[in-house]
């Protein structure tokens, strides 16, 4: 009972602030591609001929229901076959289903459209990040929600793009075709943006293909459309959609700030720095399992607070959180964190929850390993 | 006495009544009384799946995670699915054929009487180890009733071992209950009863069955090779043994797709019984109503992989599939002609079961509707796995196949118990699901075309407000099932008689026999003229 | 008692077919992959061994993209040595991908083939590939593994880019498929 006073009390309290963040999306967008309209077109087409149909099917029934009721006085006609209309009703649906066939067929040899396109994106999907891959740059990140867990759990107010949020857009040139490689890390999961009217499922082990030119700048979301476990829902994408004159811009800076992020490896850091670094490192990438205490959810996800491999030997640490664990939950972070934020969360983690083994593993050190000094790595896990 | 001596139908000639006890229920070989049994479990099971969904909307009521973790919101959705599916529907379908077909083709009973009473009594073992995953370790399935390779089988909780085995025993009941009927309605009907004067459910019901005996086995393979995968080192669907997670998709889906239509082509037949009733007027065009339903199941085998238009199909690949899938619009269509053809120009009333049997044929029009959308392949990339799809198959499942269920319940209740309904209460019940019914799913349409994808414990905010009312309701449907449940009960109670007819409209064998319907029934076969 | 008989047989059949049905849904694995290749569908399906020459059809040249995949747990450092290739259909390619392993125990991979769009991989012929074969490597150990192709001559016109994928997975013996559960049980050191 408490559950329905609960609901009664939060249809009210909706009631009343209805225009707070009501939105009633009620169709698709027509989207920012030529592709995208096309499909909207052919929605609205289909949706019309359905709703034609309905008014007469139902117009008929409802006419019936209310003169042929008995308690109108209806006799009721014994008639029970007529085959010029039951033909007719057979050949007109199909007639109407042909005029649906041509432009269904026409907007979809578009999507399959093979010339040749500009730019390549490599798309795979992680549990549960995407991963973007500009293949002739030299470019390549993760993009991680970025809602905070507290949004989430409803101790803070929710943002306005609560979920819909991530540390990294995948930037794009407007009037440029796109190519999009997908593929998957672990299970299927679908790339999904409905502005640009593409869904594709990555699927591991498999490259599938999609493509897209985005006609007018600007920033459009789009989420995971297959369930991929746990936390299926928490996997937005941002398409960040730019001129090419500022894309070009954009791809130098970030090349920039790579240059940026090796050198800070260089220069060395405190105990201190490490820590506050780490800490935030460590809420976004391990906390959603580890849980921001270090306690985990056991058995699937172990506790790091008192952990032999956060307390014990430092090399066996690096190699866990830099390869991942054969045969478990835990991923090689190697591609995904810079070898400063490496060296930063693992240092985290041996320091923070009364984990005191004072011990900071420097962003050089990590650097080296990445570059593929392996024997640095220390033994061997497991 | 022992009841397995009489099993047998022909040698029970001596007119005795069922047996006392708990007896009686574990060793039937009865066909009302197997048949009473598969209800009363699919309506349990109805309210498991039931209560499973209304946590998932209260979960859905606002954004943020309120009342359920992530991965145990997926253990909800998939269990919900499983238990809907291959719990309520399929049983309960299963049980108005044990009921009603023997009556209405003038058989004494089932086929085999015997194996009907396995074909039951395995079932509440399936579903208590389908259930019991639930409080295993790592937790019950959480891969969507879909269960999709990889994530079902590489990375799957320790628990699909015991949902392989139930999937197993389920389909071993199945195909049990499909040869049985199969057997039924083709050895056993009365002198006279020939194939084309069968009642409209008896026919879909021979059509679904064949589907089953089809497609089951299927559902079994595709299991096995799972179970293979996961303890054997086999790689069906392992990409890393040059296996393929899409072929899973695709074995599933060649099962899938016809077991959509083995859960609606009943509801059909029910309804084909009971608009004609109400309308005081034969059923129109019955020959035409029997070739669409056997094209439609003909064409569900060649439709599969609209379900995986993302999957990365070649365009020929797509091309086909989208035109198979629109083609199914044809026969569909001259069915739903048909009922509304039948409704013209007759003498309508409009008891419970009319009530219900109209909604069907209007919802489930609209469930076509976006059915029709959905196979529209570049359309199909903007809905699927959205909530879009969400509506479309509860518009077809829920006041379709549960409201052909509900007003076949409330039609042959009166000949079941010999009771009248409470027809105040009946249409009470028929209005807050009719109310409630659209409240909930009606809204997913908007949902899924604004964007919103299924199986997320979590979204953003822009769909709060439709979730909201979606799961208002939810809660609204789900407690006017409790009227249900109190019709049927009073049903039972009631000291109303009814005559065997019990409807004005009604025609047919099973109303020719008195109500209640004694325990044995047509012992000398009845004459069809 | 003729009614038991034909009931009798009825069952026979009735239980053959769904017999047949299961035998079918096994079946399903083996037609996939003629499926596959026909239709081309997911680019599993490539020619592979050996080819006869063909004429060098040197007037057209199709992109070659080559894309590495590592699986979820698999360390390695792996890409090809040349990501994006210029071939003229018929021409005899000759390239290869780099793979390391950073850890320091044994591991033992495979290399699973996806081309994209699935209409060109029947017209992909891979003479020599290292997906053929699993590969093994010691901790710290490097590889460069040959990949020899060639591109019919009959690839369709509308073809101008094929994308050849590498996924990694890692097959270590100690790594079986029922590993994944015993870990969930058992839990792990990190």
């Known amino acids: 009972m408490g559950t329905i006073r609960t609901i009664i009390f939060g249809l009210s309290l909706t009631l009343l602030s209805l225009s707070a963040h009501a939105e009633w999306a009620l169709n698709l967008s027509p989207g920012v591609t030529e592709v995208s309209r096309s499909v909207y077109d052919l929605h609205m087409t289909i949706f019309w001929i359905c709703v034609a149909i309905g008014v007469v099917v139902f117009g008929v029934m409802f006419w019936s229901i209310f003169h042929h009721r008995k308690s109108r006085g209806a006799e009721a006609h014994h008639f029970h076959e007529h085959t010029l209309v039951e033909v007719a009703w057979t050949i007109v649906p199909l007639g109407i289903l042909i005029a649906m066939a041509v432009p269904a067929t026409a907007t979809l040899v578009k999507m399959y459209d093979p010339s040749e396109a500009d730019l390549d994106v490599q798309i795979t999907g992680y549990q549960w990040k995407w991963r973007y891959t500009y293949l002739d740059q030299d470019l390549d990140f993760f993009s991680n929600l970025t809602t905070p867990q507290e949004q989430i759990g409803n101790e803070q107010a929710k943002g306005e793009h609560y979920l819909l949020e991530v540390d990294r857009h995948l930037v794009l040139p407007t009037d440029t075709k796109i190519r999009l490689l997908l593929t998957a890390n672990d299970v299927i999961h679908s790339w999904w943006v409905p502005a640009l009217a593409v869904k594709k499922d990555a699927v591991p082990g498999f490259i599938n293909e999609a493509w897209t030119r985005i006609d007018e700048p600007g920033i459009y979301r789009g989420q995971c459309a297959e369930l991929c476990g746990k936390d299926h829902g928490f996997m937005p994408i941002v398409v960040e959609a730019v001129p090419p004159e500022q894309f070009q811009q954009w791809l130098a800076e970030v090349k920039a700030e790579k240059q940026a992020e090796v050198a800070a490896a260089e220069k060395s850091w405190t105990l201190d720095e490490l820590m506050t670094q780490g800490e935030q490192v460590y809420l976004r990438a391990c906390a959603a399992c580890h849980q921001p205490t270090g306690t985990g959810i056991p058995p699937a996800f172990p506790a790091l607070k008192g952990s032999p491999v956060a307390l014990g030997d430092v090399g066996t640490h690096i190699d866990i959180v830099l390869n991942g664990s054969p045969a478990t939950a835990m991923q090689a972070f190697r591609d995904q964190l810079s070898a400063t934020e490496l060296a930063a969360v693992i240092t985290y983690e041996r320091n923070a929850w009364g984990n005191s083994t004072g011990e900071a593993v420097s962003p050089s050190q990590i650097a080296g390993i990445l570059a593929g000094n392996a024997d640095t790595a220390g033994e061997g896990a497991q | ?529 | 008692m003729d009614a038991a008989k034909a009931n009798r047989r009825l069952i026979i059949r009735l239980l053959m077919a769904s017999v047949l049905m299961f035998g079918f849904g096994f079946a399903l694995v083996p037609l996939y992959d003629v499926f596959c290749k026909v239709t081309g569908l997911n680019g599993r399906i490539t020619a592979t061994g050996p080819v006869d020459a063909m004429a060098v059809d040197t007037a057209r040249s199709v992109k070659v993209r080559l894309i590495a995949i590592n699986n979820e747990g698999m360390p390695w450092l792996f890409g090809p040595t040349e990501s994006l290739l210029r071939v003229n259909p018929g021409e005899m390619k000759q390239t290869a991908y780099r793979a390391s392993n950073p850890t320091t125990r044994r591991m033992v991979a495979q290399a699973i083939p996806s081309v994209s769009p699935g209409e060109a991989a029947q017209y992909l012929h891979k003479i020599n590939c290292f997906c053929f074969d699993s590969q093994a490597l010691e901790g710290g150990d490097a590889i460069d593994m040959p990949l020899m192709f060639m591109i019919d001559t009959d690839l369709p016109e509308s073809i101008h880019t094929i994308t050849l994928s590498y996924t990694l997975f890692d097959i270590s013996p100690d790594k079986t498929g029922t590993a994944e559960n015993d870990a969930q049980e058992g839990g792990s050191p990190i």
């Open chain 2, 1 to 529: 006495m022992s009841t397995m001596d009489t099993a047998a139908p022909g040698v029970h000639e001596e007119h005795h009544g069922p047996a006392s006890g708990i007896g009686r229920w574990l060793f039937t070989t009865n066909h009302k009384d197997i048949g009473t049994l598969y209800l009363w479990f699919s309506l349990l099971m109805f309210l498991i799946g039931g209560v499973m969904a209304l946590l998932i909307r209260s979960e859905l009521f606002q954004p943020g995670l309120q009342l359920v973790e992530p991965g145990f919101f997926n253990q909800l959705t998939t269990m919900h699915g499983l238990i809907m599916v291959f719990g309520a529907v399929m049983p309960a379908f299963v049980g108005l054929a044990n009921w009603m077909v023997p009556l209405m083709i003038g058989a004494p009973d089932m086929a085999l009487p015997r194996m009907n009473n396995w074909s039951f009594w395995i079932l509440p073992f399936a579903f208590a180890i389908l259930v019991s995953t639930l409080f295993m370790d790592g937790g019950a399935p959480n891969f969507g009733w879909t269960f999709y390779a990889p994530l079902s089988t590489t990375y799957a909780p320790p628990s699909v071992t015991y949902f392989i085995f139930a999937i197993h025993i389920m389909g071993a009941s199945s195909i049990m209950g499909a040869i049985n009927i199969i057997a039924t309605i083709l050895n056993l009907r009365a002198p006279g009863m020939t194939m084309m004067k069968l009642p409209l459910f008896v026919w879909t019901w021979l059509i679904t069955a064949f589907l089953l005996i089809a497609v089951m086995p299927v559902l079994a393979g595709v299991v096995t090779m799972m179970l293979m995968d996961i303890h054997f080192g086999t790689s069906f669907f392992n990409a890393a043994g040059g296996g393929d997670p899409v072929l899973f998709q695709h074995v599933f889906w060649f099962f899938g797709h016809p077991e959509v239509y083995i859960m609606i082509l009943p509801a059909f037949g029910i309804v084909s019984q009971i608009l004609p009733t109400f309308s005081r007027k034969k059923l129109f065009g019955y020959a035409s109503m029997v070739y669409a339903t056997a094209s439609i199941a003909i064409l569900s085998f060649l439709v599969w992989a609209h379900h995986m238009f993302t999957v990365g199909l070649p365009l020929v690949g797509e091309l086909f599939f989208m035109f198979a899938t629109m083609l199914i619009a044809v026969p569909t269509g001259v069915k739903v002609f048909n009922w509304v053809a039948t409704m013209y120009r007759g003498s309508l009333t409009f008891e419970t079961p009319m009530l219900f049997a109209i909604a069907f044929v209007v919802l489930f029009t609209i469930g076509g509707f976006s059915g029709l959308m959905l196979a529209i392949a570049p359309v199909d990339f903007q809905y699927h796995d959205t909530y879009f799809v969400v509506a479309h198959f509860h518009y077809v499942l829920v006041p379709g196949a549960i409201f052909s269920i509900m007003a076949g319940v409330y039609y042959w209740l009166p000949k079941w118990t010999g009771h009248a309904l409470n027809e105040g209460m009946g249409k009470l019940h028929f209005w807050c699901s009719f109310i409630g019914v659209n409240i909930t799913f009606f809204p997913m349409h908007f949902l899924g075309l604004a964007g919103m994808p299924r199986r997320i414990p979590d979204y953003a905010l822009q769909f709060a407000d439709f979730n909201m009312v979606a799961t208002v309701g939810a809660f609204i449907f789900g407690f006017s099932q409790l009227l249900f449940v109190w019709n049927v009960i009073h049903c039972i109670r009631s000291r109303e008689t009814v005559s065997a007819q019990v409807w004005e409209g009604a025609h047919g064998l099973e109303w020719e026999v008195p109500s209640p319907a004694p325990y044995h029934t047509h012992t000398t076969p009845p004459r069809v003229e």
